[in-house]
């Protein structure tokens, strides 16, 4: 079942100074099905991380439209706008984005006490999340008292205790080491298989290759993707690389 659409996304700046217009992207199209694992990948400048923070509803296309389960973002006004991403979409991001003078279990439960959820169903949420990545242990601790791989282990318990339609994901293994990477791409893994769409972002060829599907974006466009289908991670890993060198060869990839 198509759970995220984008049609016809074209993003237009205007500098500041001298009106000068940019594009950031140009016509992008893609579907999103529900369980599924997608990473968009491209070189800095390519405009991925403007087609995040549009299918997040943090920033408006100047045209086209995303839809999430048949609701249009752009239909929905500014005062809802928050409360629709806090309760469809799940943030994970590179420098966790945790607040420093809340211990572990209230970052947790943050969008929940937003979302006004009773003291009974935040403890059995967190609980349940807490059990499934493993941090039971570190719940009264404060941010700074845990490792980045906690911390990010932390953000995406965060991500997940509302349910979300979907997990939106910038480049979530770049402020992490070799060891903490791989553990956290086995939890997405381990997510992914259990349910929950994942959409990530990401320049790391590694990343990349545990998710389902990748979108290659050059120049503001959908430049081609790849399904994994029966591939091992190494098989897709070289296959995403080819592609790279490709794109920045400005070659077509058959």
């Given at each position: 079942m198509e759970l995220l659409e984008a049609k016809n996304i074209k993003k237009i700046y205007t500098t500041r100074f001298g009106g000068n217009q940019v594009q950031a992207l140009k016509n992008v199209s893609f579907s999103v099905e529900e369980n599924e694992y997608v990473a968009i990948m491209g070189e800095?400048?390519?405009g991925k991380t403007t087609l995040l923070n549009i299918l997040a509803s943090l920033d408006k296309p100047t045209s086209g439209e995303v839809v999430l389960r048949g609701k249009k973002l752009n239909a929905i006004s500014e005062k809802e706008i928050s409360a629709f991403r806090r309760e469809h979409l799940g943030f994970v991001f590179q420098d966790f984005n945790l607040l420093d003078t809340f211990s572990v279990k209230d970052n947790i439960l943050l969008p929940l006490v937003l979302?006004?959820?009773?003291?009974n169903e935040m403890e059995e949420r967190l609980k349940a999340v807490a059990s499934a990545l493993n941090i039971q242990d570190i719940l009264n601790k404060m941010p700074y008292e845990i490792s980045g791989g906690q911390r990010q282990r932390v953000a995406v318990a965060r991500a997940i205790i509302i349910k979300?339609?979907?997990v939106l994901a910038d480049e979530?293994?770049?402020a992490l080491d070799s060891r903490n990477t791989d553990e956290l791409l086995n939890l997405l893994n381990q997510i992914n298989e259990a349910g929950?769409?994942?959409l990530m972002v990401t320049h790391s060829t590694k990343a990349a290759s545990h998710a389902k599907r990748v979108l290659f974006i050059k120049d503001?466009?959908?430049?081609?993707?790849l399904y994994k289908g029966d591939l091992t991670n190494a098989q897709m890993y070289q296959k995403i690389s080819d592609v790279?060198?490709?794109?920045?060869?400005g070659e077509q990839y058959e």
């Open positions: 800095s400048g390519s979302s006004k959820k009773s003291i979300p339609d979907l979530p293994t770049g929950q769409t994942i503001g466009e959908v430049f081609h993707q790279l060198t490709l794109l920045a060869k």
